[in-house]
């Protein structure tokens, strides 16, 4: 039974206590430590001497210490925090959970983030949101490459506070000589990384020495608990004093007498009259007002969520950031960033994907890896690709120019996530370094001849017939005898063909994953050329991946790309082995032979799927032809128009 | 200019919005569930916040179980009423049919059928593909690793193992058709973070919360009000007047109540502040077994 005896405090007393409770300010950070260093226990331990665990939770963790627990008859705090089922059976964390509590001065949100397999992922999202991190060592181990691991991880997310608790002191004497030893060996390898505080804290996790409070068994310790420094550490960044940053969220349009720009300011103040421009647009007006719900403000500061309204009408869309005219972000197509791999298939070099930076999405290649790093040695290391977990300096080609400040100046303004085009899971997440070039000096050429114009006197609308299988389905045969009936009605054509490409253009490129992710970028930067030249553009390519088959198709405009699936089952295209490959592929003398040890990804929209082994190849080719007769690639007339 | 940091709850406030504006942008076609408690209560006055002076951009959404306390029903359509908004409701037809009901089908399959089951339905129905939810990681285990975009499969399941990283406040809201996200903006607020959030924002909340003379039965430990005949009195039970208040709102079969004499906002918080249970402990639900509320949300529950 739950009966709550009803404190009446005395009105002025809670009025009291309530205003100083509404003023705490927030502070958020995470903890670091490998499965062993109790900081489960730790967090536990905090949520414990901080009253925040209540009886009912209090008795399912006694029930539960005897069923899981693994400090005997005690109760095993770290319970409190091991969330789900199949990480209580294992006795480990495997992801990151959030955690609250509070004193009289402040609110805490702890992000709890495992120590083990995908620690890079986990710790990175958990620092990604965290304004200070606790580092945990086991007194008796000292520092580890864990340790190294974990510090450059949260340098990497820019977290400028760091506390250094030096857990189960009590298990190695409460000595002295063993903190301070640990302490001088952290300051020397983590002097490069840029941390703002230190505070080093010699702790008992289990016992709760040095948590909340201090420790009778350390007399020669005269620092702050950790409760008392987490308490009282300054983390105000400053965000007001920098440049203002407001990213567009949505267009707030509930009438036609009112047209506001809502979003959050991630840096620095505005107020009505405020000269502004739109980043990537370079257009300017000045603040009208700045609204919200509870009135119009006198002046919008950093992290508030507000609603501006300008003084003239000018475009501005979901994704632009509204800036002081005085103080710009960069704004550029290419830029170099540290980037963290969090997927089982690794980055490529030259495949497309998808970025969200602020509230603009984009489509986006790596053009280069220029090192991984190493995130135990910190060593810099060559790289072809980016496996899961790992850290890179990479350059990035955004589709279109975006707006932007380097992630040290203005952590809302240089982050982003790379997405999977097909998949839609979050693959990575980057840092901006800095930009490579300024856009605005690389403008498109505006040539006074055109698509439009040079395919007119062709006679013909034109397209990249792209032509994807197996070896061996049929693809160039097929292709072939389209472009020799295209010729026979005097259409212009080019066909590109695998074998043909790979002796020149592509002679450089070998079968690994990352070899054909740039052997398609090329051909299809080629077809988008031709197509530009107006021909009808033959393309025949194995082109397994669907993501560079999207890549190709959105090089050119819409109605320019038809897909064609020559779906030629791979038994019965094994079964022809014009070329013998197969047989080879077979006797494991070919690598990465694509449908044996290499993915092909049959297309899910292609245009025009090939049934070869109902229909001949002289059929197939006539349904293509057929296909753009109906679809008006091969109209006729001089007022052709794209 | 002042050079205090933001507060805490002006900093959850500013990142709720912030959320509900990038569903707004991002979906195609959102709703926000409306469960009537003090949690939907908060969410819809940071809905109101978001998008003034425009009106939220999505309907609200109310699974009505038909076992809701009659004081919900009525504070429901009176909310939608006062603030113009668009409300829908479901009822699992199925389960109304068969007359499932908490006492012959035992809370697990009630649930499942009347809530579960029927958000299920409603989702799919109207082809929803973001579903805001009034849920806090502080509620329970399994949510603290919530994300605050969850994604589920197009069988509206969850895999908390398979769940997309989340980093900054760089959601990814990305779907195929058919599947869809549950969006949590209260994810890191507590209780008593909701409670002084409503009491700073004079926020108007389900009169259940403050306590009252209550019609009550006391059953396995725990006060549950007769809020109809249709309670199945046991043997020997006489419904009493007793001083209570409800900590948590749901149907009023499966929802404790606590004795109390806490009948002011003031008295609730200050009630809070001394407290040694946590809310869920007036849920009857999560008390089934070991991870029953991670079996629940892996089928499809809020």
Same mark, same amino acid.
């Given at each position: 039974m739950n009966a709550l005896t009803a404190h009446k405090l005395d009105t002025k007393a809670l009025v009291d206590y309530l205003a100083s409770h509404e003023k705490k300010s927030l502070l958020r950070f995470l903890t670091c430590g490998s499965v062993d260093d109790g900081k489960s226990t730790l967090i536990g331990r905090l949520l414990y001497d901080t009253k925040l665990i209540f009886e009912d939770q209090l008795a399912g963790i006694e029930r539960d210490s005897k069923k899981f627990g693994t400090v005997g008859e005690d109760i095993d705090l770290a319970l409190l925090v091991d969330g789900l089922q199949a990480e209580r059976e294992q006795g480990i964390t495997i992801d990151v959970a959030y955690r609250f509590f509070t004193t009289d001065k402040r609110k805490f949100i702890v992000a709890d983030t495992p120590g083990h397999e995908q620690y890079t992922r986990n710790m990175a999202t958990g620092a990604s949101n965290s304004d200070l991190a606790v580092i945990l060592i086991d007194a008796r181990k000292g520092i580890l490459t864990q340790t190294r691991r974990h510090s450059f991880i949260v340098s990497l997310l820019g977290i400028k506070h760091v506390v250094l608790a030096v857990n189960k002191i009590d298990l190695v004497g409460y000595d002295q000589a063993v903190f301070d030893r640990i302490v001088a060996d952290y300051k020397a390898f983590s002097a490069g990384f840029g941390f703002e505080t230190l505070q080093a804290i010699p702790l008992s996790a289990r016992y709760g020495d040095n948590v909340l409070e201090a420790s009778q068994s350390m007399p020669w310790y005269d620092g702050p608990t950790l409760v008392e420094h987490l308490e009282t550490v300054d983390i105000d960044s400053d965000v007001d004093s920098k440049p203002f940053r407001l990213q567009v969220q949505w267009v707030n349009r509930p009438d036609l007498n009112f047209r506001g720009f809502s979003g959050t300011i991630a840096s620095g103040t505005v107020k009505p009259g405020d000269d502004i421009v739109v980043a990537r647009s370079g257009k300017a007006s000045k603040v009208a007002r700045v609204v919200t719900m509870d009135g119009d403000l006198d002046y919008g500061r950093a992290g508030q969520a507000v609603t501006l309204t300008l003084e003239d009408e000018i475009d501005i869309s979901r994704g632009d950031v509204i800036v002081p005219a005085e103080a710009r972000p960069e704004v550029s197509d290419q830029f170099q960033a540290h980037l963290i791999w969090m997927n089982e298939d690794p980055l490529l070099p030259g495949r497309p994907y998808i970025l969200k930076i602020g509230a603009k999405t984009v489509s986006a290649t790596v053009t280069s890896i220029k090192h991984k790093i190493d995130v135990n040695s910190f060593n810099e290391l060559a790289a072809k690709a980016l496996p899961l977990n790992e850290v890179a300096v990479v350059n990035i080609m955004t589709q279109e120019p975006v707006a932007f400040d380097a992630y040290g100046d203005d952590p809302a303004m240089g982050s982003f996530i790379v997405i999977d085009r097909v998949s839609n899971l979050t693959l990575g997440a980057g840092m901006i370094d800095r930009g490579l070039r300024r856009a605005t000096n690389v403008h498109w050429q505006a040539l006074d001849v055109s698509k439009a114009s040079r395919a007119g006197i062709k006679h013909q609308k034109p397209a990249v017939l792209w032509f994807t299988g197996l070896s061996g389905a049929g693809k160039s045969t097929i292709a072939n005898l389209v472009e020799k009936r295209l010729l026979s009605m005097n259409h212009h054509t080019y066909l590109l063909d695998g074998d043909n490409v790979r002796h020149g253009l592509n002679k450089d490129l070998g079968f690994s994953a990352e070899d054909r992710v740039e052997n398609i970028r090329r051909v299809a930067e080629v077809s988008r050329l031709m197509v530009d030249a107006g021909l009808v553009t033959l393309v025949s390519f194995i082109s397994p991946f669907r993501a560079e088959r999207q890549l190709a198709r959105d090089?050119? $405009? =819409?109605? *320019?790309f038809i897909e064609i699936h020559v779906a030629t089952p791979l038994d019965v295209a094994e079964a022809r082995d014009v070329k013998g490959l197969y047989k080879k592929a077979r006797a494991g003398e070919l690598k990465n032979f694509t449908g044996i040890d290499s993915p092909y990804e049959a =297309? *899910?929209? $292609? *245009?025009l799927v090939l049934d070869t082994t109902r229909f001949s190849s002289e059929e197939l080719a006539g349904q293509i032809v057929t296909y753009m007769a109906e679809h008006g690639y091969l109209s006729f007339g001089p007022d052709y128009e794209i | 200019m002042s050079a205090e940091p933001l507060t805490h709850l002006r900093r959850l406030e500013a990142e709720a919005i912030f959320i509900m504006r990038e569903v707004a942008a991002e979906f195609k076609n959102p709703v926000m569930m409306y469960s009537i408690g003090k949690d939907s209560s908060v969410m819809l006055h940071l809905a109101m916040k978001a998008f003034y002076p425009s009106k939220p951009p999505f309907p609200l959404l109310h699974i009505d179980t038909t076992w809701k306390f009659r004081e919900m029903i009525q504070f429901r359509d009176d909310t939608v009423s006062r603030l113009g908004l668009t409300l829908l409701k479901h009822t699992n037809p199925d389960g109304l049919r068969d007359n499932v009901n908490p006492f012959d089908h035992g809370s697990n399959v009630y649930t499942n059928i009347m809530k579960t089951d029927a958000l299920k339905q409603a989702l799919t129905e109207h082809g929803f593909d973001a579903a805001f939810g009034g849920a806090r990681r502080d509620e329970e285990k399994s949510r603290a690793k919530e994300r605050i975009f969850s994604f589920r499969t197009q069988n509206h399941g969850w895999d908390p193992k398979n769940q997309r990283p989340e980093l900054w406040n760089l959601y990814n809201a990305r779907i195929k058709p058919g599947e869809s996200i549950r969006v949590f903006p209260l994810s890191n607020w507590t209780e008593l973070d909701i409670w002084q959030y409503i009491l700073m924002e004079n926020i108007p909340i389900v009169p259940l919360y403050l306590a009252k003379k209550r019609p009550v039965v006391q059953r396995g430990g725990q006060w549950i009000m007769v809020d109809d005949d249709r309670l199945p009195l046991l043997p020997g039970e006489e419904p009493q007047m007793k001083s209570v208040r409800f900590r948590t709102l749901g149907c009023y079969p499966l929802t404790a109540a606590v004795e109390s004499e806490a009948d002011t906002l003031e008295d609730i918080v200050a009630e809070m502040l001394t407290a040694r249970t946590s809310e869920r402990s007036g849920r009857l639900i999560d008390h089934d077994e070991a991870g029953s509320m991670e079996k629940k949300k892996r089928e499809g529950y809020f």
């Open positions: 090089l050119v $405009a =819409p109605g *320019e =297309p *899910e929209n $292609a *245009e | -």
